[in-house]
């Protein structure tokens, strides 16, 4: 394995921003995990583990420890008789490939999470999801590193504490490294289109009983429609995420703000409020721009980098947003973004 030094960082990123990494290395096996974590105590350094770099913000100054990307690659299909498909990919695979190959084999689970950047690495960290469907709903099995006990094992489900955007692997930072991930998805039809914004969309092309591959292309033109393109413009995807409130408040909100979306969670006491409503609406930061940020024209949970935007712009802009919402509606906004200092 190569260490190398000074890496710049900004070109692994979608936000095309940061400096440089103090020392930087490739991982493609589980031994040089064990080889880079060794190099990080003799030099007394931290560590930060980086895959598709697409929901993070790197620091102007860069990070002062090692930076290890995760470039391990491989996927293995396991077909089990009752049409359950047990699916392992290691962490450098590229999370949206991952799922045309499951599409194209027909397996049912995730590909109403299509056309989200990064690496299956990060699927579990953050319990990705989108469009009525996370990460957690077909998790089976997480391969990890315990750098405490330095040791190798696997983590059931269960283990993995997921939430709303959260998991163990978020909560307790740099404690686990993800190998691999296996998924548990089926051959037998079992689709999730109740989400507003995709059963609108099928209805508008009149598909009544969408194939796999339609629930995919759908979730594309609508994901294309609102985000923007990270190959022509600098982001990190949804900086901010959706508040998780008591229902008695969301339900005052509503009342006070009508038209606001509301969403039910699995406790019935709590709701999900659009974050991105109440920026548009009772913010009134459509369109909102400050020197080299802003926010994206169609989705205001995205910051945008417009050319030469530093970290420092980005977050000051951050904080300008949640000062105007915790103004507006008494809510305080948590990052979905993760800084890397």
Known sequence: MRIEKNKSLKELTTFGIGGNAKFFCNIVNESDI???IDFSIKEKVSFFILGGGSNILI?????QGLVMKMDNKGIEFKEERNGNVYVKANAGENWDEFIIECVNRELYGIENLSYIPGTIGATPVQNIGAYGSEAKDTIYEVRVYDTKTKKFYNMKNSDCDFSYRNSIFKKEKRKYIIISVIFLLSRNRKINISYKDLKEYLLSKRIKDPTLKEIRNAVIDIRESKLPNTNFIGTAGSFFKNPVINKERALELEDKYPGLPIYPTDDINIMKVSLAWIIDH???????????VGIYKNQALA??????ATAHEVLDFADEIKGIVREKTGIDIEMEVEYVL
Do not use: H, L, M, P
Request: aromatic share 8%; charged share 30%.
């Open 34 to 36: 064990v080889e880079a």
């Open 59 to 63: 620091s102007d100054e860069g990070f």
């Open 282 to 292: 009772v913010c009134q930061y459509k369109n909102k721009k400050k020197g080299n």
């Open 303 to 308: 910051i945008i980098n417009e050319g030469n």
